[in-house]
């Protein structure tokens, strides 16, 4: 069923959601973002869920979020967690992979303060720094298009809509 999607990938705060957005717009397609679906379906932010229930809990979530779409989405613009497609079976299913690249230091100047609270993962900035690493090889390897998203949200949504084409 998910050929017709584009499934954006990358670190927190590459801007899959920002992109997501105007992309989807553009394309008169529907924008569905992984993280606030959990949120909406639990009732409470990621960091509470962490917090409260762990990772674990979290990625099992993630991995029902995944499974669901693969069944009842199309043609839709999809922004993801930055962990689902490491810890998800099945992702590729639901649709094209787009890995939206940005260099950690640029990820780390785009995003407040309060935005880092938000983001369990980033308490520790070398702890996020080294799952960076870590996640890009795999982000590399298994998108099926990768986009320099270090650029204005203008540049970037013109360089996914040519690579799209």
């Given at each position: 069923m998910s050929a017709t999607n584009i499934v954006l990938i990358g670190?927190?705060?590459?801007?899959?959601?920002?992109?997501?957005?105007?992309?989807?717009k553009q394309r008169?397609?529907?924008?569905?973002?992984?993280?606030?679906m959990i949120e909406s379906s639990e009732g409470r932010r990621i960091d509470e869920i962490f917090q409260n229930d762990g990772e674990e809990y979290f990625r099992k979530l993630e991995?029902?979020?995944?499974n669901w779409l693969k069944s009842n989405v199309q043609s839709s613009v999809i922004s993801t967690g930055g962990?689902?497609?490491?810890?998800?079976?099945?992702?590729?299913?639901?649709?094209?992979?787009v890995y939206l690249k940005v260099p950690f230091a640029s990820i780390m100047n785009?995003?407040?303060?309060?935005?880092?609270?938000?983001?369990?993962?980033?308490?520790?900035?070398?702890?996020?720094?080294?799952?960076?690493?870590?996640r890009n090889k795999i982000y590399e390897s298994r998108a099926d298009i990768v986009i320099d998203a270090d650029a204005s949200l203008e540049e970037v949504g013109l360089r996914l809509s040519q690579a799209i084409a």
């Open positions: 670190f927190m705060g590459s801007g899959k959601s920002s992109v997501g957005r105007t992309f989807a008169q397609s529907y924008f569905l973002d992984t993280d606030a991995e029902n979020t995944v962990g689902m497609l490491v810890y998800c079976e099945g992702l590729q299913e639901v649709g094209t992979i785009r995003m407040s303060p309060e935005e880092l609270k938000k983001r369990p993962l980033f308490k520790d900035r070398e702890k996020a720094e080294s799952i960076y690493n870590e």
